[in-house]
């Protein structure tokens, strides 16, 4: 079964600081996303990535968090300047091309974010 | 802003009884979901309907699809402990460049053996 991996998985941040969660999506996906959960709360949809490039985002995506692919396999979610309401598990999920009805997201197990 | 409204939020039920979970929302989706979430762990898809109406089938569970694409059911029978889970359901819509999965805020179900 085909994986998508998560570093770190758990990491604890001072606020204001930077953090960088780190993905490894599925190796011919070309579809990427970070979606978050906030303990309690429902998975959140916070961006969509594609042909090296933003393809959606969510409010929640401000100025604070970045995303990249530096190498052709990691894909990272950088948040600039912690806050206290960042805290969350992070999940990063990889599909293949085609509309969704057709091919699954497959996410990964989650970065759990704690900022204080 | 599109919803999706999961009822009931927590249900405990011995093992052997029947349950149906709903989710509802006053938006249409081209696709509905559902997922199964573990502790500390990622959502993993169960199935996806896409025409109204449609009923599919996986073992003990049937999800349904409202003709209007805007709710769906999952029920089970005879529910065994090994459905213990948080349950997702999650709305698919079409945007510009890519679709878009919304999250319902999950049913959390306990069997009791």
């Known amino acids: 079964e085909p994986e998508v991996t998560q570093t770190p998985s758990h990491q604890v941040t001072q606020m204001g600081q930077e953090v960088i969660l780190r993905c490894v999506p599925i190796?011919?996906?070309?579809?990427f996303y970070w979606y978050r959960q906030i303990l309690g709360q429902k998975v959140e949809f916070l961006v969509s990535?594609?042909?090296?490039?933003?393809?959606?985002k969510s409010e929640i995506f401000d100025d604070q968090f970045s995303v990249e692919r530096p190498d052709g396999s990691n894909f990272t979610l950088k948040i600039r300047s912690t806050k206290l309401e960042d805290s969350a598990m992070y999940f990063c999920?990889?599909?293949?091309?085609?509309?969704?009805?057709?091919?699954?997201?497959?996410f990964g197990e989650g970065s759990w974010l704690t900022v204080v | 802003t599109q919803l999706l409204e999961q009822s009931p939020q927590f249900l405990s039920i011995q093992e052997g009884e029947n349950l149906t979970v709903y989710c509802n929302s006053s938006?249409?989706?081209?696709?509905l979901q559902w997922y199964r979430q573990e502790p500390g762990e990622g959502p993993v898809l169960l199935v996806t309907?896409?025409?109204?109406?449609e009923v599919k089938k996986l073992k003990r569970l049937t999800f349904q699809f409202g003709d209007a694409r805007k709710d769906s059911s999952l029920h089970i029978t005879a529910a065994q402990p090994g459905d213990t889970g948080l349950y997702l359901c999650?709305?698919?819509?079409?945007?510009?460049?890519?679709?878009?999965?919304?999250f319902g805020k999950g049913t959390r179900l306990h069997i009791l053996p």
């Open positions: 309907v896409v025409t109204g109406g």
């Open positions: 938006s249409v989706f081209s696709s």
């Open positions: 190796s011919n996906h070309l579809y």
């Open positions: 990535f594609y042909n090296n490039e933003i393809s959606e």
């Open positions: 999650a709305g698919v819509s079409r945007m510009n460049r890519d679709d878009k999965i919304i």
């Open positions: 999920a990889s599909r293949s091309p085609g509309a969704l009805p057709g091919n699954t997201i497959y």
